[in-house]
Nanobody
């Protein structure tokens, strides 16, 4: 089992940058595939990015490709989401999630473990 805690959210101007972090508990962090999701008010939770166990393989939603970067540090039990050139439509609560088995799933229901979320607000 793994527990996840996100941090780094806040208010940022459009075009700016923000770095989200997710700290994981447990000694088996490297066995989990990780993902970032987001949920805007009145909308369903959507996939943002995913990373494989060792951090070599990554995937992104089309809406963030080229602007966001996911990475992980298994020695520190952390996964990060670097957000550059943010847009107003990036405003949402961002969640870190973990799953066993195959990496890269776009579906929230495939992830068994979730953080509490961190709010990102992009001002125009």
């Amino acid at each position: 089992q793994v527990q996840l805690v996100e941090s780094g959210g806040g208010l940022v101007q459009a075009g700016g940058s923000l770095r989200l972090s997710c700290a994981a508990s447990g000694r088996t962090f490297s066995t989990y595939a990780m993902g970032w999701f987001r949920q805007a008010p009145g909308k369903e939770r959507e996939f943002v990015a995913a990373i494989s166990w060792g951090g070599v393989s990554k995937s992104y939603a089309e809406s963030v490709k080229g602007r966001f970067t996911i990475s992980r540090d298994n020695a520190k039990n952390t996964v990060t989401l670097q957000m550059n050139s943010v847009k107003h439509e990036d405003t949402a609560v961002y969640y870190c999630a973990a799953k066993t088995g195959n990496w890269g799933s776009y579906y929230p229901s495939d992830y068994a473990y979730w953080g509490q979320g961190t709010q990102v607000t992009v001002s125009s």
